[in-house]
């Protein structure tokens, strides 16, 4: 470690491996936007990796210096000697593209990277906040690509058709010049596959289920963090036992009492059995927020002769509207996503959910751009939603965790 503290040793180690890190993210976002051969070329990252992150970290030639590594970087990709690797057929601009997106990239981030390290021996807090910055980098790059790459070859397989699919199944590149044609396969959704329904009955059912676990929730959440009753403490800590037992365990019980009652394949039966498992983790996110609202306004409600519902109603609920929302927003994502008791208790199209209805998509004899435009209509909703709201998502959470 002692070793690693000595600039000339770091700079060039850290250059080295956030070349892999771009590289490989350049080659990977290239091959799907364009459908051409790019890889990453492992050497040779760490090789120019390493001598820009030298320059840089020494200073050599200062912002010139810097300009001259993204030049030569550009021109070494497009030579064949540069970190990204690009296929006889690539198009001209498709490598010239990639070429200065990667050099730009990794100069501009390599020198807020390394730039404030100077030269000769670090010091643990000098060294420590490059690997930190190089770690804050990987991190962003790692995880965004995570959630995008799979949302994007699931938007890209949608606007294909069958011939383009069988064609080369690996090409996420688009063809604009379709133009309505690429949303051929969401037309027939709604016009073949009865989508429209689904997504009321998915969106009713949401609405619903956030309704009743709030109103079982509310009062049991206060009732825990305010009342004192017998066994309050164990009934607090208990809450969450019910995530305890996977939900797979309880099916064949659920799926045989309510198709004993008649409720299988009904939309009382699904509202009935949705709060069930959303109304602890409600239980639990509210109970916590209540605690951390101040008694003092309440008992003073109290006092001026309001009943402890009429509290309940006009001073506690309004104070924890954030905390409202937040757990509202999370009920109406896990109704809107459940899968596994929509699939075991609904038979009848006209009842499906979006995620029933997306999984009898799942078949050799529907084309797959059907299954993946079902799966967008699916996810862009929820997201656009949690997107929306995430402001009052995130206050919610956070809200109460600090009493006084």
């Given at each position: 470690m002692r070793l690693l503290r000595f600039n000339y040793i770091t700079s060039p180690l850290l250059g080295a491996l956030w070349m892999v890190v771009l590289s490989t993210t350049i080659a990977v976002m290239m091959s799907f936007a364009t459908g051409e051969a790019f890889r990453p070329d492992m050497l040779l990252s760490l090789l120019w990796g390493g001598i820009i992150g030298a320059l840089i970290g020494h200073r050599i030639g200062a912002l010139a210096g810097e300009a001259v590594a993204a030049v030569a970087l550009a021109g070494a990709i497009l030579l064949g000697i540069g970190p990204v690797v690009v296929g006889e057929t690539t198009s001209f601009f498709?490598?010239?593209?990639?070429?200065?997106?990667?050099?730009?990239?990794?100069?501009?981030?390599?020198?807020?990277?390394l730039d404030d390290l100077p030269v000769g021996t670090l010091n643990r807090h000098e060294f420590e906040g490059a690997v930190i910055r190089f770690l804050t980098g990987f991190g962003y790059i790692f995880f965004t690509a995570i959630v995008l790459i799979p949302f994007y070859v699931m938007l890209m397989t949608s606007f294909k058709n069958q011939s383009e699919l069988m064609q080369n199944p690996l090409d996420f590149s688009i063809d604009l010049s379709k133009g309505a044609e690429l949303f051929r396969s969401y037309d027939e959704l709604f016009t073949q596959f009865n989508f429209g329904t689904y997504l009321f009955n998915s969106f009713f059912i949401s609405v619903i289920t956030v309704l009743i676990t709030l109103a079982f929730a509310i009062p049991g959440a206060y009732a825990v963090a305010r009342l004192r009753f017998q066994g309050r403490a164990a009934f607090s800590r208990s809450i969450l036992?019910?995530?305890?037992?996977?939900?797979?365990?309880?099916?064949?019980?659920?799926?045989?009492?309510?198709?004993?009652?008649?409720?299988r394949n009904t939309f009382v039966g699904i509202v009935m059995?949705?709060?069930?498992?959303?109304?602890?983790v409600a239980l639990y996110m509210l109970q916590g927020y209540f605690r951390g609202l101040p008694s003092e306004v309440e008992e003073a409600g109290l006092m001026d002769g309001?009943?402890?519902?009429?509290?309940?109603?006009?001073?506690?609920?309004?104070?924890?509207?954030?905390?409202?929302?937040?757990?509202s927003l999370y009920v109406f994502m896990i109704a809107w996503n459940e899968f596994l008791l929509a699939f075991m208790l609904l038979d009848d199209p006209s009842k499906f959910t979006l995620t029933r209805g997306i999984a009898a998509l799942n078949s050799s004899e529907i084309p797959r751009q059907h299954l993946m435009a079902g799966s967008v209509i699916a996810t862009v909703p929820i997201m656009a939603l949690f997107l929306g709201l995430e402001r009052f998502m995130t206050k919610g959470l956070t809200a109460g965790s600090v009493k006084g």
């Amino acid at each position: 470690m002692r070793l690693l503290r000595f600039n000339y040793i770091t700079s060039p180690l850290l250059g080295a491996l956030w070349m892999v890190v771009l590289s490989t993210t350049i080659a990977v976002m290239m091959s799907f936007a364009t459908g051409e051969a790019f890889r990453p070329d492992m050497l040779l990252s760490l090789l120019w990796g390493g001598i820009i992150g030298a320059l840089i970290g020494h200073r050599i030639g200062a912002l010139a210096g810097e300009a001259v590594a993204a030049v030569a970087l550009a021109g070494a990709i497009l030579l064949g000697i540069g970190p990204v690797v690009v296929g006889e057929t690539t198009s001209f601009f498709a490598a010239t593209f990639a070429a200065v997106v990667l050099a730009v990239s990794f100069v501009w981030s390599a020198h807020h990277i390394l730039d404030d390290l100077p030269v000769g021996t670090l010091n643990r807090h000098e060294f420590e906040g490059a690997v930190i910055r190089f770690l804050t980098g990987f991190g962003y790059i790692f995880f965004t690509a995570i959630v995008l790459i799979p949302f994007y070859v699931m938007l890209m397989t949608s606007f294909k058709n069958q011939s383009e699919l069988m064609q080369n199944p690996l090409d996420f590149s688009i063809d604009l010049s379709k133009g309505a044609e690429l949303f051929r396969s969401y037309d027939e959704l709604f016009t073949q596959f009865n989508f429209g329904t689904y997504l009321f009955n998915s969106f009713f059912i949401s609405v619903i289920t956030v309704l009743i676990t709030l109103a079982f929730a509310i009062p049991g959440a206060y009732a825990v963090a305010r009342l004192r009753f017998q066994g309050r403490a164990a009934f607090s800590r208990s809450i969450l036992l019910i995530y305890m037992v996977p939900m797979i365990v309880l099916a064949l019980p659920i799926y045989i009492a309510f198709s004993a009652t008649g409720l299988r394949n009904t939309f009382v039966g699904i509202v009935m059995i949705y709060p069930v498992t959303t109304i602890p983790v409600a239980l639990y996110m509210l109970q916590g927020y209540f605690r951390g609202l101040p008694s003092e306004v309440e008992e003073a409600g109290l006092m001026d002769g309001l009943s402890r519902l009429a509290v309940i109603w006009k001073i506690t609920l309004p104070l924890s509207l954030p905390a409202l929302a937040s757990v509202s927003l999370y009920v109406f994502m896990i109704a809107w996503n459940e899968f596994l008791l929509a699939f075991m208790l609904l038979d009848d199209p006209s009842k499906f959910t979006l995620t029933r209805g997306i999984a009898a998509l799942n078949s050799s004899e529907i084309p797959r751009q059907h299954l993946m435009a079902g799966s967008v209509i699916a996810t862009v909703p929820i997201m656009a939603l949690f997107l929306g709201l995430e402001r009052f998502m995130t206050k919610g959470l956070t809200a109460g965790s600090v009493k006084g």
